[in-house]
């Protein structure tokens, strides 16, 4: 799981920091600035978990058991739903596309609940 997870962790934090550019220097001026700060929350939390991801592949060599994997494969369960349908509202206007991002946004809660058991179980762990 390492070598997925540092994978997804450089795939996200690739294009996280590349929309971040679009948005500053291509939809600035394409996009209301509600889109657009919609747009950039996408980002952050795309950004944000990009990093978790990274941090799970480190301690994914450490902690064993299924839980650090449930973390990591949740942040980028999260980030394709949360992230990928605020980007999909702002660029398309279909607000219906909104109903989508709450469950992006319990993928997240999950991937840092089922990390936080694993650090639980490690320190209870003989």
């Known amino acids: 799981m390492l070598r ?3 994978m997804l ?5 690739f294009t996280g920091v590349a929309l971040g550019a679009f ?10 600035a509600e ?3 919609i747009f950039h929350t996408g ?3 795309q950004l944000i978990h990009a990093l978790a991801l990274l941090g799970v592949a480190v301690l994914a060599t450490h902690i064993p058991g299924r839980l650090i994997n449930f973390a990591g494969f949740s942040f980028a369960i999260g980030i394709l739903l949360f992230s ?8 398309t206007g279909i607000s219906k596309l909104g109903i ?3 469950f992006g946004g319990l993928a ?8 936080g058991l694993a650090a639980w179980r490690l320190g209870s762990a003989p």
Do not use: D, N, Q
């Open 23 to 32: 948005a500053a220097h291509g939809l600035k001026e394409r996009l209301s």
């Open 4 to 6: 997925s997870f540092l």
């Open 100 to 102: 989508i991002t709450p």
């Open 84 to 91: 990928g349908s605020l980007y999909a509202l702002t660029l």
């Open 35 to 37: 889109y657009l700060a």
């Open 9 to 13: 962790a450089a795939f996200f934090g």
């Open 43 to 45: 980002v952050l939390y």
């Open 108 to 115: 997240f809660l999950f991937g840092w609940s089922m990390l």
